[in-house]
């Protein structure tokens, strides 16, 4: 079992910046794949970002260039550092953890609230 706890939502200008984080309960060494999706009012659940060990970093084309996504092992922790956000990057951020691949079953935390203002 892998509990995450995620922490850096809030409310932001367009053109802002956040950070999110998402602490596991394990050493995130052992964890094959971590990564970020987001839902926003009305929407399906979408994929952003992830890492995975020994393959790196990944983005969603709508972040790319945006979003910065990294680990670090001695926090067991993962980053979100998002930058240049528009209003359409409003919605609740989920952090995943899997031991399979960020599209296989894993563990999810609770939500972070992302809100870009216009």
């Known amino acids: 079992q892998v509990q995450l706890v995620e922490s850096g939502g809030g409310t932001v200008q367009t053109g802002g910046s956040l950070k999110l984080s998402c602490a596991a309960s394990?050493?995130?060494?052992?964890?094959?794949?971590m990564g970020w999706f987001r839902q926003a009012p009305g929407k399906q659940r979408e994929y952003v970002a992830s890492s995975t060990l020994g393959v790196g970093a990944d983005y969603a084309d709508s972040v790319k260039g945006r979003f910065t996504i990294s680990r670090d092992n001695a926090k067991n922790t993962v980053y979100l550092q998002m930058n240049t956000l528009k209003p359409e990057d409003t919605a609740i951020y989920y952090c995943k953890a899997s031991f399979a691949g960020i599209w296989s079953s894993g563990y999810w935390g609770q939500g972070a609230q992302v809100t870009v203002s216009s």
């Open positions: 394990v050493s995130s060494t052992s964890i094959f794949a």
